[in-house]
């Protein structure tokens, strides 16, 4: 009885960290009805450190994956808040839609979690959800530091947020935000506008960041 309750906790403590990150969510909404993109970049070696059991996320977290930046996902965005499980339900991602997905996401249950938590709410399908993750995806040069990084290094954030801005004509430091915890670099968070066109503003989004002075990002194992 005592572990289930602490197991429940748990869960609530996560769900809350994850709606913190982006600001206030709100359950179900009009598909459609957002005012932005948020392009949600995991750090896998800093995920795989803080919380990758490497059982349950072995796709992940296996010794030698070498994964670095993963999408963790693409996630409907409005000046104050965020709308999720926009529904229907039961719209079950097919296999070609799915193949959209290959190579972005570390597994293919995260890719589903996505949709259905965040694509549904787009006003897309998923085969047209997750070509827009690739999308927005491919439009995000990793800074070379990141791309070939083969040892732990501390980094501030004004610094990574400057490595990405160089690497990225027209990314400003107010349109991106890097979040980590325990020291260590979790994801890096860019905001696209609705069409994903171009780089736009997010003050929530870039509020929400990481307050530490500085972080490690984990090398892969």
């Known amino acids: ?11 609530l403590l996560c769900l ?10 709100s359950r179900g909404g009009a598909p459609g009805a957002f005012d932005f993109y948020v392009l949600a970049l995991s750090w896998s070696p800093g995920f795989c450190e803080l919380d990758g059991d490497r059982t349950r996320n072995r796709e992940q977290c296996a010794e030698g994956s070498g994964l670095r930046f993963v999408v963790h996902g ?16 039961g719209r079950s991602p097919s296999r070609m839609a799915m193949e959209q997905a290959e190579g972005l996401f570390p597994s293919e249950g995260l890719a589903r979690y996505q949709w259905r938590k965040h694509g549904t709410c787009t006003g897309s399908s998923p085969n047209d959800y997750f070509r827009d993750v690739r999308r927005a995806h491919d439009k995000v040069t990793i800074p070379p530091e990141l791309a070939r990084a083969d040892r732990d290094r501390s980094w501030t954030v004004m610094d990574l947020e400057r490595a990405f801005v160089a690497a990225n004509p027209g990314l400003r430091t107010d349109m991106m ?8 670099l979790q994801e890096v968070r860019i905001c696209f506008s609705k069409d994903l066109r171009d780089f736009r503003t997010c003050q929530e989004v870039d509020r929400s960041g990481c307050r530490a002075r500085e972080f490690t990002v984990v090398a892969p194992r």
């Open 1 to 11: 009885m005592l572990k289930r309750f602490a197991l429940a906790a748990l869960s």
């Open 16 to 25: 809350g960290a994850s709606a913190s990150a982006q600001g206030f969510g």
């Open 177 to 184: 935000s890097v979040a980590c915890r325990r020291g260590v």
């Open 74 to 89: 693409l996630w409907p965005q409005n000046e104050r808040g965020f709308p999720s499980e926009c529904g229907p339900a």
